[in-house]
């Protein structure tokens, strides 16, 4: 009975796998140019959407680690050009405590800002007030249709959690930050309805090739850092790559340090396991 469950099943799997197969096939008989492996036709976004490229953050891989200089550095680019659309609601400015600031800095940081949401304790009225360590960065538009208003009938998404939402994680981030280029000859003389439309800007990174977003670093120099690096657009962007990729997954160093320290549990465990075995069944043949 469980031998004809099993070959049911293993049957099932080989026809999924052999219809996949020839489906496959199937789609890229004819002209390849013309559809992708699915079958489905080739379009502009099939075929001169680009993977992202490696911004060789401090955090990439199992052995990675946060460089809190760096996140600094990042979170200056991200005050001083991206929070003028994006907003990094899910953030409190306490967090900021994990990338290096003293708690002195951080109420600094928080008192900067005096658009904080609050009520008039005399009138009742809404009104706004400084910030204070505990509350979130505030939000830049009020509403969705604020924000439209002010960028080209497009919501700039909030950068919180911005690496995890993207395909490519930071390395999305700094590819799109450095991206923006001309569209090509070759992708107008096979695609000319896909010209970047007046108020678009072409970026090869960007899912449909066109995005409202301007340049956000266009100048060496266009962040004044205050360790000295040479603020480069090429720096600048792994920078805020790398705070945006922080504010995404802040315990990432932790997560690492547990995950070795459960590898090595098992090792130990496993080997004493192993001897246990070898101990209680020594004198028996098997």
Not at 92 to 101: H, Q, T, V
Not at 169 to 192: A, C, F, N, R
Not at 228 to 246: E, H, N, R, S, Y
Not at 274 to 279: I, K, T, V, W
């Amino acid at each position: 009975m469980v031998r004809g469950i099993a070959f049911v099943v293993g049957a099932g799997f080989a026809a999924v796998v052999a219809w996949a197969l020839l489906w496959t096939v199937v789609g890229l008989a004819g002209d390849s140019s013309a559809k992708t492996w699915t079958g489905a036709p080739a379009t502009a976004e099939t075929d001169f959407h680009l993977h992202p490229r490696s911004a060789g953050l401090a955090s990439d891989g199992v052995f990675g680690k946060y460089d809190k200089q760096q996140l600094q550095r990042g979170f200056q680019v991200y005050k001083e050009v991206c929070a003028a659309c994006h907003s990094l609601r899910f953030v409190a400015f306490r967090d900021l405590e994990g990338i290096g600031y003293k708690p002195a800095q951080v109420k600094a940081i928080a008192q900067s800002y005096d658009t904080i949401p609050s009520i008039n304790p005399d009138t009742g009225e809404p009104a706004t007030r400084k910030g204070t360590p505990a509350d979130r960065f505030p939000l830049v538009f009020a509403n969705d249709v604020a924000a439209r208003a002010a960028n080209n009938n497009a919501i700039p998404p909030d950068l919180s959690y911005i690496t995890r939402a993207r395909h490519g994680g930071g390395d999305y981030v700094y590819s799109l930050i450095t991206g923006y280029q001309d569209q090509s000859p070759e992708m107008l003389k096979k695609y000319p309805e896909i010209k970047t439309p007046k108020g678009l800007h072409s970026n090869p990174y960007f899912a449909n090739l066109n995005i409202a977003m301007p340049p956000p670093l266009r100048s060496e120099g266009q962040v004044q850092y205050q360790d000295g690096t040479k603020p480069t657009v090429d720096q600048m962007a792994k920078d805020v790559a790398a705070f945006l990729t922080w504010t995404a997954d802040p315990t990432l160093e932790t997560r690492h340090q547990a995950g070795f320290a459960a590898v090595i549990f098992l090792l130990i465990a496993s080997g004493l396991a192993f001897g246990a075995y070898r101990n209680i069944w020594r004198d028996v043949k098997h």
